[in-house]
């Protein structure tokens, strides 16, 4: 374990090499309370401070690959100065943007750029973006039928906001995307067959609960939710259908260095849905959209022990189920995961953990690193 715990903080330090020019800008990633790797004083003291993420992927639905993500943190002044006066803020949010790009062997590639806002002393959670895209994929009809290999190449753009009910941990929420892409299927190129070009305008609405001390990587709480889009010709897309979902994601300390986390997601489709949106398990272990139907129902359980004050070891374990319609979930088949992981806690002032986690689902092991909390 301590040769891990070497190379990661080494890779993380030498991401920032361009970046320190002088041997008084390494203050900037030590933390003065335990003289350790941090990033804190460099995220949020430097007028051009960043968090380099190095990405790699290793899902069987893409290929492998990587790339990287740039991390551009923005502090409100409240909590710039309850900071510098030595108070514990990683439970107050801290607004981020970032741009990202990676690529797989397969020819896959996503690339594009955010902004996460905490606005009115976290009254008011906004989210946006604009991404570009081409994935090589497989598409599943059911479990059992032979893989159908497609591409699908487009732009995704998308707004959500959320307002805080006075000052509860209820949030209302609404949110609009549009997305153009153009879909290739290896089976109608084989017949001199063109793609299929669609637009995709959605409007949606949620209701979420949020209690978590940390939006980044949170030890205590619980976020819960449901969410209703309506995908609708008259919002620019060329489709007339539905998605809903409910999830819970509940985070508890068992013991000073005990934590357990808990996930639970169900997911719905109407009939008319686009085979690109219907719901598919989406858990560590399991290659995206290979298990996918008009409902899916999953649940999670991870277990975790802080090693000391930055460095915690994890273990999970998952089930989940994919049904169409005219299914019952008691008579459907369930697929389930295992897998282990670290992090280690790399903006204590941010709260903010990276590492690595390694799954085994029905059919592969996957590695993924992992950016605060894995879900």
């Known amino acids: ?4 715990k070497n190379l990661f903080a080494v890779s993380i330090l030498l991401s920032s090499v361009p970046m320190i020019a002088t041997a008084g800008m390494m203050d900037d990633f030590i933390d003065p309370q335990d003289g350790r790797l941090d990033a804190s004083s460099f995220i949020l003291d430097n007028a051009v401070g960043f968090l380099p993420i190095p990405l790699t992927v290793t899902d069987p639905a893409v290929g492998v690959g990587g ?15 309850k900071r510098l006066a030595g108070e514990k803020v990683e439970d107050i949010p801290a607004s981020a943007s970032g741009v990202m790009a990676l690529g797989t062997n397969n020819g896959s590639q996503l690339y594009g750029g955010f902004h996460s806002g905490n606005w009115l002393n976290d009254r008011v959670r906004y989210l946006g973006g604009l991404f570009g895209a081409q994935f090589n994929l497989k598409y599943y009809d059911d479990a059992t039928a032979p893989a159908e290999e497609f591409s699908m190449r ?3 753009f998308f707004q959500d906001i959320d307002v805080r009910l006075g000052d509860s941990n209820i949030f209302v929420g609404g ?3 549009y997305m153009s892409s153009e879909s290739k299927f290896a089976t109608l190129e084989n017949l001199g067959l063109s793609g299929l070009n669609s637009n995709d305008g959605r409007i949606g609405w949620r209701v979420t609960y949020d209690s978590r001390n940390n939006q980044f990587a949170p030890r205590e709480g619980t976020k819960a939710g449901i969410k209703v889009d309506h995908h609708r010709k008259a919002f620019g897309g060329d489709f007339n259908y539905q998605k809903y979902q409910a ?15 808990l996930r639970a997601d169900m997911q719905s489709s109407s009939d008319d849905a686009p085979f690109y949106a219907r719901p598919y398990i989406d858990m560590r272990g399991i290659a995206a959209m290979r298990y996918q139907a008009d409902n899916t129902l999953l649940g999670e359980l991870e277990l975790s022990y802080d090693i000391d004050e930055r460095w915690t070891v994890l273990g999970f374990v998952g ?4 049904v169409n319609h005219e299914q019952r979930f008691s008579d459907s088949q369930w697929y389930y995961t295992r897998g282990a992981g670290f992090r280690y806690l790399l903006a204590r002032q941010l709260g903010l953990r990276v590492g690595v986690d390694v799954a085994k689902g029905p059919e592969e092991w996957t590695t993924y690193i992992q950016f605060g909390s894995a879900w």
């Open 1 to 4: 374990m301590s040769q891990t």
């Open 67 to 81: 790339g990287a993500a740039l991390l551009f943190f923005h502090e409100s002044e409240d909590r710039k100065a």
């Open 154 to 156: 487009g732009l995704y």
């Open 175 to 177: 949110s609009y995307s």
């Open 247 to 261: 999830y819970t994601h509940h985070y508890a300390r068992l013991a000073e260095n005990w934590g357990l986390g």
């Open 319 to 322: 089930g989940a189920t994919a």
